[in-house]
Nanobody, 124 residues
Framework: EVQLVESGGGLVQAGGSLRLSCAAS????????IGWFRQAPGKGREGVSC????????NYVDAVKGRFTISSDSAKNTVYLQMNSLKPEDTAVYYC?????????????????WGQGTQVTVSS
């Protein structure tokens, strides 16, 4: 059974940092791509970043490029999202999601499996 558990959210001041973790079980990272998505109040869910451990491909939405870094630890079967220089507009519930690896890279579209989400709040 595919399971994803996020952690690491919280309240931080603008300019601060947080590291989100996505612990995966029921599959290995080399066979799946992992994406981070977020949903702010009153807005739709948007893709933030994704990683394909099979080929090392990463992708970021323009709004977070240069501030967020996605990485994976195969030994721990965990994907991380390091978020630096946080802004109030980064406030959202952050979800990690998984999809079977499709042969190259990782798409920024809704995936099949989802975690429960973790709240990130950035105060100004």
């Amino acid at each position: 059974e595919v399971q994803l558990v996020e952690s690491g959210g919280g309240l931080v001041q603008a300019g601060g940092s947080l590291r989100l973790s996505c612990a995966a079980s029921g599959f290995t990272l080399d066979r799946y791509v992992i994406g981070w998505f977020r949903q702010a109040p009153g807005k739709g869910r948007e893709g933030v970043s994704c990683i394909s451990s099979a080929d090392g491909f990463t992708n970021y939405v323009d709004a977070v490029k240069g501030r967020f870094t996605i990485s994976s630890d195969s030994a721990k079967n965990t994907v991380y999202l390091q978020m630096n220089s946080l802004k109030p507009e980064d406030t959202a519930v952050y979800y990690c999601a998984a999809d079977p690896y499709g042969g190259y890279g990782c798409p920024m579209r809704p995936y099949d499996y989802w975690g429960q989400g973790t709240q990130v709040t950035v105060s100004s």
